[in-house]
């Protein structure tokens, strides 16, 4: 047989741009809010249209406070004391930076509920707030979170785009649900202690490309809090994966930090070519997932957020089922 040379089509270029922050104490919040925007900065720099942190961002911030508390007191400081600085830090710096920024995780009370929050600032809109579903021991035993019950997806300029923090991309059936409501970039910002931890978030973002003909981009975080418990070490190697067929990298990833060193990490994706290989891939994973009759239900809410955003709540969609 005769091969054909590829259909020209039309490109959709976004660079995606992952930050392996490098925890360490800082004495006020301007410290941190510095540290941030130094990063933002390059991001700015690189021509990034998404900028990502990695999860529990905010807890840098326990270096601010007394010594003493217990690790769900220390939780709960964060969301009282720093919810108003932190979101409006990251409101500011999307607006002057003009990028989309997800603002790793940070403890939020969500009616009257502490999460474990990932927060996404949209140039001109206000913040999308996604709450982590699922919960680590540490973080359900230990700082006493509680799981959130909403998926979020964003409609932006180049597609739609949703978060899946740390623990949660774990799940295959989340990421389904997200690719079943358009999603074809999920960004998981994380946060892990050693390499084990890191290897089940990373093989799982990469399966979750696969499976679901997406996009993937992880960050984590690197660096210690001294004598902070559950926070005085952290490993990451952040990376941007791909699905595994011709038009992408052989081993399905796009690029990857170097491990457990502060950096960032910048890539190219171009969400055009997933609809190329989602019609005349090797394998349809996308279009066959959707037609193998193995479907996923969602008792939580799902909520599209379609452009413009601006004075306009969040459209509810239907779970899957």
Same mark, same amino acid.
């Given at each position: 047989?005769?091969? @054909?040379?590829?259909?020209? !089509? ?16 800082? @004495? ?6 510095? #540290? ?9 720099d690189?021509?990034?249209d ?6 529990? &961002? ?32 990251f409101?500011?710096?999307?607006? @002057? ?23 996404? !600032? ?9 709450? @982590? ?11 006493? !979170?509680?799981?959130?019950?909403e ?18 991309? #774990?799940? /295959? ?10 999603? #074809? $970039?999920?960004?998981?910002?994380? $946060? ?14 990469? =399966?979750? =490309? ?14 210690? &809090? ?14 941007v ?5 011709? /038009? ?8 990857e ?16 070519? &997933? ?8 394998? $349809?994973n ?36």
């Amino acid at each position: 047989m005769r091969f @054909k040379a590829p259909t020209p !089509f039309l490109s959709r270029p976004v660079r995606v741009c992952g930050i392996q922050y490098g925890l360490r104490p800082v @004495k006020d919040f301007t410290a941190f809010a510095e #540290q941030v925007e130094n990063y933002v900065d390059v991001g700015d720099d690189y021509d990034a249209d998404v900028i990502v942190f990695p999860e529990l &961002l905010a807890v840098q911030l326990l270096s601010c406070l007394a010594r003493g508390f217990a690790p769900a007191d220390a939780m709960r400081r964060l969301a009282e004391q720093f919810n108003d600085e932190f979101e409006g830090l990251f409101l500011g710096l999307s607006r @002057k930076y003009d990028r989309i920024i997800v603002a790793g995780t940070h403890p939020r009370f969500v009616d009257g509920k502490l999460q474990n929050v990932a927060s996404i !600032f949209v140039p001109g809109h206000g913040p999308v707030h996604q709450p @982590k579903l699922h919960l680590t021991p540490t973080e359900r035993h230990v700082w006493h !979170f509680e799981p959130g019950q909403e998926i979020h997806i964003l409609e932006t300029d180049f597609g739609r785009m949703g978060v899946s923090i740390c623990y949660d991309v #774990q799940f /295959p059936e989340v990421a389904r649900i997200q690719a079943e409501q358009g999603v #074809q $970039l999920l960004v998981v910002p994380y $946060l892990t202690d050693d390499r084990r931890g890191y290897t089940r978030v990373t093989t799982c973002a990469r =399966a979750r =490309a696969v499976e679901n003909q997406i996009y993937v981009i992880t960050a984590g975080m690197v660096g210690s &809090l001294p004598l902070i418990t559950d926070l005085t070490a952290q490993y990451a190697q952040s990376g941007v994966y791909t699905p595994s067929d011709f /038009p992408f990298p052989m081993d399905g990833i796009a690029t990857e930090a170097a491990p457990n060193s502060e950096m960032v990490l910048v890539g190219d994706i171009d969400l055009a070519i &997933l609809d190329q290989t989602r019609a005349r891939g090797s394998v $349809l994973n996308h279009q066959d997932a959707a037609e193998d009759g193995l479907h996923v239900s969602f008792d939580g809410r799902i909520c599209v957020h379609h452009l413009p955003w601006l004075n306009r709540e969040p459209v509810p969609s239907p779970s899957v089922s």
